[in-house]
């Protein structure tokens, strides 16, 4: 891939996801969602948010395809979008642990 050659609607969209990384409650319920689905009660309950602040927050990762959902009957479920992602948020986590 040509790096110099990136149009302007990839820079920015590169740059509203790095900014949407850059949210602790956002990274909190990415990781979260790491391996498995979760509802808004549940990662409200959890991760003790408020359920009308998960629901905003999930809606900006749903935007930039950080995660997608699913729904079962009246249950809506939230899972990670995107592998290569939560690739990258592990490796930020694991070289921040690293001694």
Known sequence: MDYKKLDA????????????????????????????????????????????????????LKNLRLVKSRRDGTTIYYSHDDAHVMLMLDQMISHIKHD
């Not at 808004?40 to 959890?46: L, R, Y």
């Open 9 to 60: 609607e990839t820079i920015d969209t590169v740059t509203r996801t790095f900014k949407a990384l850059g949210d602790p409650t956002r990274i909190r319920i990415l990781t979260y969602l790491f391996n498995n689905e979760h509802s808004v009660g549940d990662i409200s309950d959890t991760l003790d948010i408020k359920q009308s602040t998960v629901s905003h927050q999930l809606k900006t």
